[in-house]
């Protein structure tokens, strides 16, 4: 049986002030998965690219990071079906022994991956657009359901109808209200119950958790279906968001619930918001990004995070260039006194090296080292919360670290095109490998 137990809530200044009594907060938790899954909240999922973690092979996944769970697209698995089975289909076994996930990692699938490329076709009351590796296609929603029958996650997200434009109009809305509705009640319907269910028998009561999507609209627009999840909340075991303002319309009798985030995409500040809100788990979209662009991570939160934070003293960054020229002789680690792989047996400067060679080490010593700073970053949050220096930690760290990310001044490993959003007139995604000897042809052979 899938369980969530609140273990303390931090009850900030501005909830104390200002919010309504039972009013979401920080808080620690503890998510038992019937798989035998057992993880401390707030924590985080790594993305996958075709369900591996990128830059990372399942054993270095295992071995060098501290990663408890991984957030899996069904679409990037799709290809050309239905003119082709996908191997995926044809694969005598579960979607974890496909992608030769480690047996202590947990495994969450997702129809498509956060954040989703826009299509240019509108989904239908049976089908999904979605963007495969070779393109735009339909996935009929049974498709979906049968596939969670199939690949046996732990996690299984149900499917959300969002609109393509910013403020869709009020027929655009219904739909998407009946259609998230029609389609959660499908997957709990083959879950729970029917000839094709998973059954007790065939997994010895071990049932995927089901987390319901809330939709990125106002409480009275998606009344009816808050509604129908209420009604419902013993087949569900958490709740998934697309935008963060989208907690504050969650009925009371879905607080229980564990709450995952999607997608984040603007690092750590905007991870301790979400948490003020009452979030539980992050799809870490940030931290690929940042390894991508040869960047390395180094925030903390701490305890005394506010000291030496006085006016005029300047704001330190959140990570650090490795394409920097100044890093090419130097031998300190990524990070003074970190413990993972990387900072243990490499220095900056054979990091910058490989990066320059266009080296694929550069990106796997990147992807363990930065992987390590959001799995300690979570772990002293947690502990924030139970030791009760959670606002006094939130606030020294936003004033110790600036805003943004530092953009990357270099060329990452070579992008796949759904990594981009298709716009009109923009130039190649990838420069040309080769180029005229004339030095005067700038163009590729």
């Known amino acids: 049986m899938n369980t969530f137990r609140v273990l303390k809530t931090a009850v900030t200044d501005v909830a104390a002030t200002t919010a309504q009594p039972g ?16 993880l401390q909240t707030p924590n985080f999922l790594a993305p996958t690219s075709r369900g591996v973690v990128p830059h990372l092979s399942p054993d270095n996944l295992e071995k060098n990071t501290g990663v408890e769970g991984v957030f899996v697209a069904l679409e990037d698995f799709i290809e050309k079906a239905p003119q082709r089975v996908p191997p995926l289909y044809t694969y005598p076994s579960t979607l974890r022994s496909f992608i030769s996930l480690p047996t202590s990692t947990f495994l969450l699938l997702s129809p498509r991956r956060s954040p989703s490329i826009t299509c240019p076709k509108a989904n239908s009351d049976a089908n999904l657009s979605i963007l495969t590796s070779v393109g735009f296609r339909d996935l009929p929603i049974k498709d979906y359901v049968s596939a969670v029958i199939r690949l046996e996650p732990d996690i299984v997200l149900g499917i959300t109808d969002i609109a393509n434009t910013v403020s869709p109009g009020k027929n655009r809305v219904q739909k998407m209200v009946n259609r998230t509705e029609k389609w959660l009640d499908e997957l709990l319907g083959r879950v729970y119950a029917g000839d094709n269910a998973i059954t007790d028998e065939k997994n010895g009561g071990k049932l995927p958790a089901v987390f319901a999507p809330i939709l990125p609209l106002e409480k009275e627009r998606q009344r009816l279906y808050l509604t129908y999840l209420v009604e419902n909340v013993e087949k569900l075991s958490g709740l998934v968001f697309t935008a963060a303002e989208s907690v504050d319309v969650i009925p009371q009798e879905l607080e229980g619930l564990p709450k995952l985030q999607s997608d984040v995409t603007g690092g750590p500040h905007q991870v301790l918001e979400m948490i003020g809100r009452g979030i539980d788990l992050f799809n870490v979209g940030f931290v690929g990004t940042m390894t991508d662009a040869g960047i ?105 670290y600036k805003k943004d990310m530092p953009v990357g001044t270099g060329l990452g490993p070579r992008l796949r095109g759904y990594q981009y959003k298709s716009v009109g007139g923009e130039g190649r995604l990838n420069e040309p490998a080769y180029r005229s000897l004339d030095s005067g042809d700038e163009g590729g052979l």
């Open 23 to 38: 009013a979401t907060t920080a808080r620690t938790g503890v998510l038992n998965l019937s798989k035998g899954f057992t």
């Open 296 to 400: 390395a991570l180094h925030f903390t939160f701490s305890n005394d995070e506010a000291e030496g934070t006085e006016d005029g003293k300047e704001m330190l960054e959140l990570a650090t260039d490795m394409w920097d020229a100044k890093f090419a002789t130097d031998l300190s680690p990524l990070e003074e006194g970190c413990e993972c792989y990387t900072c243990k047996t490499h220095h900056k400067a054979y990091i910058r090296h490989c990066l320059e060679a266009k080296e694929m080490t550069a990106w796997v010593l990147l992807q363990i080292h930065n992987l390590k700073v959001v799995e300690r970053f979570f772990g002293s949050v947690r502990r924030s919360i139970e030791e009760g220096w959670w606002e006094k930690g939130r606030s020294g760290f936003e004033a110790k």
